[in-house]
């Protein structure tokens, strides 16, 4: 400030010497006196203005915890717009500031230098007072971005299903950077940092993807407000699931996730690499979009030193699971909703014309333009399955079908017409068939939303408990049941329930080649030295077949009048209920008869069944949960009941007339199942091998599923489930599984569009979340209270550009 004084005083010419030592030693004098009285007003007006902001800052921080449930997309707490809008001037001010060191610093009033801390651009700011000013600002703008750091914690923890992706603390950022700027008056200042253009070009993504995600996030928002009682279930609802702390319905508070200030301005997509550390690429396969990891085993298979069982038919895992994702078929479309897709899919969603070719004449398939059709015919009804399952329980009235009849297992399906449009008849069936040179048969099944799985009859038990089929049927199922004293059969007769029919419709049953004659004979034999019933043999003059029906005995007053024990009697510690890697046994397991056994008296009629614990559920056991076993059964399906009413079907934005295929992958009473009875879903119940052996309840009331270990890949083809629920299965499965590889494996069996529902401990919520994240899953709705979540999110398209070679999986 003196020098510009003593230049403009030094511009006057003197004569003398002396004249300009007075002028001098006089403007030396003043210069003292005016620095004497404007430092004083000087540095209190700064601390003026800085104790403002602060104040300002706390205030508004306090707002923003007020409001933590609102729905806050495209919003911004104010306490970040003032933070960033004086961090924004500052480095304006000190820009203009260098370029005006000389002009009229101490003209400069405390007002105008409010306005310069509040974004002025005039030609006219101060030097190095407004420099000193700037850098007080500067000190209080660090404390307000701080306290905007506490504040979005502080929201993050609170906020409920919004505040913990990562993506919207992005587009928090960025937009408070691009709202800021817009405050002031548009001049250029070539001083201005890259970040703030990072981040408007961020602002850009992000306001993108919330552009598309909008009314997603509307219904999050919905949800959180209506309370806890709508995603989790109340202390009453819930209190019998004290198995782990995740179903306990009493929720508190959602952890906070500390998040530094670099972090907040990366980009979404390095976000995803750097924090998330997952890398994924394309399966490169043979079976290519068709490739089930079990079952694809090419190494494995040409180790077997026989194929005369079907060796090569059944699982042969490898030694770690997959950790890559399978590739969509070229022109994938999403799929057809049912009932239509019964009668029709995508060609390209399933792009194999072999079975069109060899079994169009049966009406199996038909290639019809865009379209594989399916007129509803088999091998053995070709005029279509409707009047077949009539023409079966015309012969044998008591098997009532949807009544009496209600979950039956179907060998060798075919493309499962016969289990498709029993669904008329409220009937459910298990359709299995394996992965042979009948191409994709079951990935036809599941893609027109009828159930199947891939597995065969060879040398083990099949995944399901002992006496739970009402039914069990075979149409020209190219099964030979006579052979090795019957152990295939024997192995029907294992998972039959006392009293249920065995449906055979085969040419041995109705022609008179020698083949067939040799084959009815010896099966007349077996059958009664199995002591199954004969019950009728029916011909079709309509399809010009025949069906021969058997019944399982109630009773072992068969077993012991037997003269011969052929086949024998299984040993008393040989489990029926045992499945999982279980080799076939050619053996008989005794009829239970105490009245409290399960299997000694057929269930009660559907619907009946689904609600009403089963009669061999006594009070004297205790259940999963730890009440009295009925007890535990009801309060299960009250629970799933409660849960599904108020969040699922109404909280989550699903459209449930687009979801067909269903999983749980962890079952225990089948509750979530039966609470989806009323909609037009079937459900696969999954009881883990590791849990509580509950899958012959899920049965008893009407349901169906399998055993399974979730370190392996599932016997089903890729896309072929519309929804997967996952109820605390990932939290038991990290102890001994590698979860990237699960995750990828429910990638495969999930649809593009499909929906993952994750109930589980917050810990395995991020971590989950993340995992969806990095593969480009959208996330629909995150909540979490006391330590305890739940994840909705929905698969994409997305495909990763590089690819890895599976080695045992490659010719």
């Known amino acids: ?134 850098e007080t600002s500067n000190a209080q703008t660090d404390k307000g971005a701080g306290s905007d750091d506490t504040s979005t914690a502080q929201t993050e923890s609170n906020g409920g299903e919004q505040k ?27 001083i201005e940092t890259k970040k703030e253009e990072k981040v408007e070009e961020k602002v850009d993504e992000n306001q993108e993807q919330q552009s598309e995600n909008s009314s997603d996030n509307k219904k999050e928002s919905s949800d959180s407000s209506q309370g806890a009682n709508e995603v989790f279930p109340d202390v009453a609802q819930a209190e019998i699931l004290n198995e782990t702390t995740t179903q306990n319905g009493s929720f508190s508070t959602q952890r906070a996730e500390s998040k530094n200030e670099k972090e907040k301005h990366q980009s979404t997509e390095s976000k995803e690499e750097d924090s998330t550390g997952y890398s994924w690429r394309v399966c490169n396969v043979t079976a290519g979009p068709d490739y089930i990891p079990c079952l694809d085993n090419v190494q494995a298979l040409k180790k077997l030193r026989s194929t005369r069982h079907y060796e090569h038919r059944e699982r042969h895992c490898p030694e ?62 070709k005029y279509g399955a409707s009047h077949y399952i009539d023409f079966l329980q015309e012969g044998v009235p008591d098997i009532a079908w949807g ?53 065969v009859m060879g040398t083990k038990r099949l995944p399901f408990p002992g006496n739970v089929f009402d039914a069990i049927h075979c149409a020209r199922c190219r099964v030979p ?46 059958t009664k030295k199995m002591c199954w019933e004969l019950v009728t043999i029916k011909e079709d003059k309509v399809d010009l077949v025949g069906a021969a029906i058997y019944r399982k005995p109630l009773t072992n007053e068969c077993y012991e009048n037997r003269q011969e024990n052929d086949p024998p009697l299984c040993k008393e510690s040989d489990d029926p209920n045992a499945a999982w890697n279980v080799s076939l046994q050619a053996c008989m397991h005794k009829i239970p008869v105490d009245e409290t056994a399960r299997g000694s008296h057929w269930p009660e009629q559907w619907p009946l069944r689904l609600e009403r614990p089963p009669y061999w559920l006594t009070s004297n056991q205790v259940g999963v949960y730890g009440k009295a076993a009925p007890e535990d059964f009801t309060s299960d399906y009250k629970h799933w009941k409660h849960v599904v009413t108020k969040s699922y079907l109404s909280g989550m934005g699903i459209s449930w007339s687009k979801v067909r295929n269903v999983m749980d992958m962890r079952s225990i009473y089948g509750g979530f199942a039966a609470a989806l009875k009323d909609l037009n879903v079937w459900v696969m119940n999954v009881v883990t091998i590791d849990s509580p052996d509950t899958l012959p309840i899920i049965y008893e009331r009407g349901l169906f599923g399998m055993y399974h270990d979730w370190c392996e890949s599932f016997s089903t083809y890729p896309r072929s489930y519309d929804l997967l629920h996952a109820d605390h299965l990932f939290s038991k499965l990290k102890k001994r ?45 995150t909540y979490s209270k006391d330590a305890e979540g739940l994840l909705c999110v929905q698969k994409t398209m997305w495909r990763p550009k590089e690819m890895e070679v599976i080695a045992s999986a490659t010719v």
Request: charged content about 25%; proline content about 4%.
């Open 1 to 134: 400030m003196a020098l510009g004084k003593y230049q403009r005083v030094d511009s006057r010419k003197s004569s003398s010497y002396c004249s300009t030592g007075v002028v001098i030693a006089f403007v030396a004098l003043c210069l003292v006196g005016v620095w004497m009285m404007t430092s004083p007003s000087v540095v209190p007006e700064r601390n003026e203005i800085s104790q403002d902001g602060k104040a300002e800052v706390g205030e508004i921080a306090t707002e923003t915890k007020s409001r933590q449930f609102e729905d806050s997309q495209g919003d911004l707490p104010e306490d970040a717009m003032k933070g960033d809008s004086n961090n924004n001037s500052d480095q304006q001010d000190e820009g203009n500031s260098e370029v005006q060191d000389n002009q009229k610093a101490s003209q400069q009033s405390t007002e105008e230098t409010t306005e310069d801390n509040q974004g002025d651009k005039s030609e006219k700011d101060n030097g190095d007072k407004g420099a000193g000013s700037d």
């Open 481 to 526: 049941w006579h052979i090795e004293g019957g152990q295939l059969l024997l192995e029907l007769n294992r998972m039959l329930r006392p009293g249920g029919y065995f449906l055979w419709s085969a040419t041995p049953v109705y022609q008179k080649l020698p083949e067939d004659v040799e084959i009815w004979n010896a099966m007349t034999e077996l």
């Open 320 to 381: 770690e699971a997959p950790t890559c994702l399978v590739a969509l078929p070229e022109g994938y479309r999403r799929s057809i909703e049912w009932p239509k897709s019964r009668d029709k899919i995508w060609y390209y969603n399933v792009p194999h014309t072999k079975l069109a070719a060899v079994k169009g004449h049966q009406n199996w398939v038909k290639v019809t333009g865009e379209y594989l059709t399916f007129p509803g015919g088999g091998t053995q009804f």
């Open 403 to 455: 009544k009496q009849s209600r979950v039956i297992l179907d060998v060798g399906c075919g493309v499962a017409s016969f289990g498709g449009y029993l669904f008329d008849k409220d009937v459910l069936t298990m359709s299995l068939a394996p992965k042979d040179e009948h191409e994709a048969q079951v990935q036809f099944a599941l893609e027109r939303g009828i159930p199947a799985i891939s597995a």
């Open 737 to 781: 599984c590698n979860l990237v590889a699960v995750m990828a494996e429910v990638d495969r069996i999930l649809r593009p569009e499909g929906k993952l529902i994750v109930r589980d401990n917050v810990e395995i919520i991020n971590e989950i979340e993340k995992m969806a994240k990095s593969l480009h899953w959208e996330i629909r709705l």
């Open 164 to 190: 913990t992706e990562e993506a919207e603390s992005n587009t928090k950022s960025g937009e408070t950077q691009a709202q800021t700027g817009g405050q002031a008056e548009p001049v250029e200042n070539p």
